[in-house]
């Protein structure tokens, strides 16, 4: 009986499924790219990232979430995976016509943020990738900020990371196995993100 409650508890704290166009209230803002709605579902914004707690950044993209989707009716377009391994749903987040997602890379305050060849075939990640060029062109947030330059950066094939050439994930990686960028900005032009471990 005791493992039946805790059960019903679990799934009704989750709430029923949302389908594409439904409307919802954003309830909180958790940072810069998660937010949780109104019945406990916490959804993270589709091929985005923002700062850490503690990095450059964090509280202007979280803080410029807030006002753009606090308390607000909001809708969610979902890609091929509705949820991540943590139980978040995963979306592209508009408030109207208002594509949210977008409007934190061209404010400079988010990296795109791929994981398959595939997601370059939606039409949002077009524009998500022309939002985050803008951005990078203004020098504006994240690409105000001075990194120590390298004479080159390094991407395994297949991966949407971008690293050091002395980070451990791609320093014993065999040359034909590595996408070379001559600088960072046309790396993470490509449509690849930081590394968090060697943050080029």
């Given at each position: 009986?005791?493992?039946?409650?805790?059960?019903?508890?679990?799934?009704?704290?989750?709430?029923?499924?949302?389908?594409?166009?439904?409307?919802?209230?954003?309830?909180?803002?958790?940072?810069?790219?998660?937010?949780?709605?109104?019945?406990?579902?916490?959804?993270?914004?589709?091929?985005?990232?923002?700062?850490?707690?503690?990095?450059?950044?964090?509280?202007?993209?979280?803080?410029?979430?807030?006002?753009?989707?606090?308390?607000k009716?909001?809708?969610?377009?979902?890609?091929?995976?509705?949820?991540?391994?943590?139980?978040?749903?995963?979306?592209?987040?508009?408030?109207?016509?208002?594509?949210v997602?977008q409007?934190l890379?061209?404010?400079?305050?988010?990296?795109?943020?791929?994981?398959?060849?595939?997601?370059?075939?939606?039409?949002?990640?077009?524009?998500?990738?022309?939002?985050?060029?803008?951005?990078?062109?203004?020098?504006?947030?994240?690409?105000?900020?001075?990194?120590?330059?390298?004479?080159?950066?390094?991407?395994?094939?297949?991966?949407?990371?971008?690293?050091?050439?002395?980070?451990?994930?791609?320093?014993?990686?065999?040359?034909?196995?590595?996408?070379?960028?001559?600088?960072?900005?046309?790396?993470?032009?490509?449509?690849?993100?930081?590394?968090r471990?060697?943050?080029?």
């Open positions: 009986m005791a493992l039946l409650i805790v059960v019903l508890r679990l799934v009704e704290q989750i709430g029923p499924e949302r389908q594409p166009g439904d409307r919802f209230i954003v309830h909180r803002i958790i940072d810069g790219d998660t937010v949780e709605l109104l019945g406990g579902d916490k959804l993270r914004l589709l091929a985005i990232d923002t700062p850490e707690r503690g990095e450059p950044f964090f509280d202007e993209a979280t803080s410029l979430l807030g006002r753009l989707v606090l308390g009716k909001a809708t969610i377009k979902y890609a091929d995976r509705r949820r991540d391994r943590y139980g978040r749903l995963l979306g592209y987040l508009y408030i109207d016509s208002l594509f997602n409007v890379l061209d404010s400079g305050l988010a990296y795109v943020y791929l994981f398959g060849d595939d997601e370059f075939e939606r039409p949002e990640v077009a524009g998500l990738l022309e939002a985050q060029r803008r951005a990078i062109g203004r020098g504006t947030g994240l690409w105000s900020v001075q990194h120590e330059p390298e004479e080159y950066y390094v991407s395994p094939v297949g991966s949407y990371r971008l690293h050091r050439p002395s980070c451990s994930s791609v320093r014993n990686l065999a040359a034909n196995r590595r996408r070379v960028f001559s600088t960072r900005e046309e790396g993470l032009a490509a449509g690849l993100s930081p590394c471990n060697c943050k080029p």
